[in-house]
């Protein structure tokens, strides 16, 4: 089935997609399997029997996701995870650096098949150490398939390290530290996990740093639509964090004043806008009308896909072919939307003519 010649065939850019969100229940039983690793519910301890009851505990209709801070919930089964239980619950499984070369390469094969030509791909190292595996089996194995991919599928990528805004910042700072013998393979710094009362500006030391030391910076804002528009404002203000992107901040449409400011920051300044993501929380016609008054205004975004495993399987591909159908976009729009990404990423000026 092809669902759009013209949106399947354009050349890509993907700037908002966590490696992690990849583990889908099923990606998940086959690294647990293979290291031995017996699944079991992160809150009643209940081991779970095979992968069909696995995968009915991470069934988005038995629940709606706590990630809206909301705590709107269809059911309330105690046996179905939140969004952040599924999702952390999933670093677990990843023990070795063919595990990571692997998810790696789960990705990149889709990339190239969906005509993805670059990315940036967050991870989240603080999960990763948490179980106890090194930098250098993560790293390694992400490198190993980040090079397989620049070479065999013409996918070229970098990272971009997300600290864990409901952890201290200094666990931030360390980390941080910790990542720099790989910086040949890191192009940004980002922000995820829960924004409950955890706004970007607790992390401005360790962003200072990281700016100083010639990183681009980031962090995801509104995730769920329930947070402050100040949030957003902390990024886009130069006289406050002035960071190189914003994650989301979809609530920034119903703001002439913040579309100004993210307006005049200009350059390669953007938003990166993952519509599925967002109608799990929000209703689906305020998504698209949000996203269409920021492209009317010239705002420039790159559409992603967040996390493909928990949003139904859809894709950077899938995204876009929802702000078509629900935007009202032509072609040529679509086009426009398409370039507009390749010129907010952060990849050389050589590999960005490339791809325009
Ligand atoms: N929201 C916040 N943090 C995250 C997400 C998300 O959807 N995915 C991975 N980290
Ligand atoms: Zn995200």
Not at 118 to 136: A, I, S
Not at 293 to 303: K, S, T
Request: aromatic share 10%; charged share 25%.
């Amino acid at each position: 089935q092809n669902p759009d010649p013209l949106i399947l065939a354009l050349p890509k850019v993907e700037l908002h997609l966590h490696i992690e969100g990849l583990l889908s229940p099923a990606l998940k039983w086959k690294f647990a399997t293979r290291n031995k690793i017996t699944l079991t519910h992160p809150s009643t301890n209940r081991v779970f029997a095979n992968l069909a009851e696995y995968e009915d505990s991470h069934d988005p209709m038995k629940s709606h996701s706590k990630i809206s801070g909301s705590g709107e919930k269809l059911d309330n089964s105690e046996e179905t995870l939140s969004f952040f239980e599924a999702y952390y619950g999933g670093f677990e499984v990843l023990k070795t650096k063919q595990d990571y070369y692997d998810l790696g390469m789960y990705y990149f094969h889709r990339a190239a098949e969906m005509n993805v030509r670059y990315c940036e791909l967050f991870f989240d190292p603080q999960g990763h150490t948490k179980t106890g595996v090194t930098w250098e089996i993560m790293m390694e194995g992400f490198r190993e398939a980040q090079e397989e991919a620049e070479r065999e599928l013409n996918v070229r990528s970098s990272w971009i390290l997300c600290f864990l805004r409901d952890s201290p910042p200094e666990e931030a700072m360390q980390h941080y530290t910790a990542a720099l013998p790989y910086r040949d393979m890191i192009v940004g710094i980002g922000l995820d996990s829960y924004e409950v009362d955890r706004p970007p500006s607790l992390f401005a030391e360790v962003f200072a740093r990281a700016r100083q030391d010639g990183f681009r910076i980031t962090a995801h804002c509104d995730v769920g639509h329930s947070y402050p528009l100040e949030h957003v404002q902390q990024v886009v203000s130069e006289s406050k964090l002035g960071m190189d992107r914003v994650d989301h901040g979809l609530n920034a449409a119903a703001s002439p004043e913040m579309i100004a400011s993210i307006k005049a920051r200009g350059g390669e300044f953007g938003m990166t806008i993952c519509p599925w993501s967002y109608i799990r929380h929000q209703p689906l016609e305020e998504v698209f009308k949000g996203i269409r008054v920021l492209f009317d205004a010239g705002v420039r975004m790159a559409i992603g896909s967040d996390d493909p495993a928990f949003m139904e399987d859809t894709w950077v591909l899938e995204n876009l072919l929802a702000v078509k159908r629900f935007c009202g976009f032509s072609d040529g729009e679509m086009v426009k939307l398409a370039r507009d990404a390749v010129m907010i990423c952060w990849a050389e000026a050589g590999v960005k003519e490339g791809i325009l």
